[in-house]
């Protein structure tokens, strides 16, 4: 029975890690569709959303089932209870490049209001942060994952400076202040995506410590 638990939590942990790196591309199109202007890269993300949504739930399914027909103890039932978490955060990440896709869509239909250099520095940045989070996850590693958290601050800081910056574009004139406003959403956008990052891996440093550090910034 302990070898048949264990073969069917691998099935969900690679199964799970596959749908981690899903969207993780889901960032990257998302991103393609803003700096290049591109509805279809857009249109990509956003049907994406139905499958993710099916493929959390699926997930939560299996997740439910092991723990109750194998009675997991210990590790196991840790383990389960963080990939529980997990997969909700991945599933709103996803829901983040789907917002940013829709933000492409309306932008692109009036000229660009000015270049992009920040956006895709924190979409690169919200990009490792998932990964980086999911390597920790499957190494079970805490202090990798107490890096990401710490990651979080650059992407508060890049926020803030589009928000300062866009408030001077939108002085300019009424033209300007509704792609100013889809910009300043946008850089929330991918601001959350680093908090979902986070929060995901607070719960590897539970998986591998058994304790809970959300809240808890002096344990970073």
């Not at 960032?27 to 249109?43: K, W």
């Not at 989070?133 to 499957?138: C, G, P, R, Y």
Request: with cysteine; proline share 2%.
């Amino acid at each position: 029975m302990e070898r048949q638990l264990d073969q069917q939590l691998d099935e969900l942990k690679s199964e799970f890690l596959r749908m981690g790196a899903e969207v993780e591309e889901s960032i990257v199109i998302a991103l393609r569709a803003l700096v290049e202007r591109s509805d279809e890269h857009a249109a990509a993300v956003i049907a994406s959303n139905k499958r993710i949504d099916a493929w959390e739930v699926e997930i939560e399914g299996k997740i439910l089932t092991l723990m109750a027909t194998q009675q997991p103890v210990a590790t196991d039932l840790r383990l389960l209870a963080t990939m529980m978490k997990i997969n909700y955060d991945l599933e709103r990440i996803n829901d983040e490049a789907v917002n940013i896709a829709q933000r492409a869509i309306e932008l692109n239909k009036a000229p660009q209001l000015k270049p992009f250099i920040d956006l895709p520095r924190m979409a690169n940045i919200a990009q490792e942060m998932v990964k980086a989070a999911l390597d920790a996850f499957v190494r079970r590693d805490p202090e990798a994952a107490r890096d990401v958290c710490r990651r979080d601050e650059e992407l508060d800081l890049l926020r803030d400076q589009i928000f300062r910056e866009l408030l001077s574009y939108m002085r300019d004139g009424n033209d300007t202040v509704e792609r100013a406003i889809q910009l300043i959403l946008v850089s929330r956008h991918l601001e959350r995506m680093g908090d979902h990052s986070s929060n995901i891996s607070e719960n590897v440093v539970f998986l591998a410590e058994g304790h809970i550090i959300r809240h808890r910034k002096d344990e970073l």
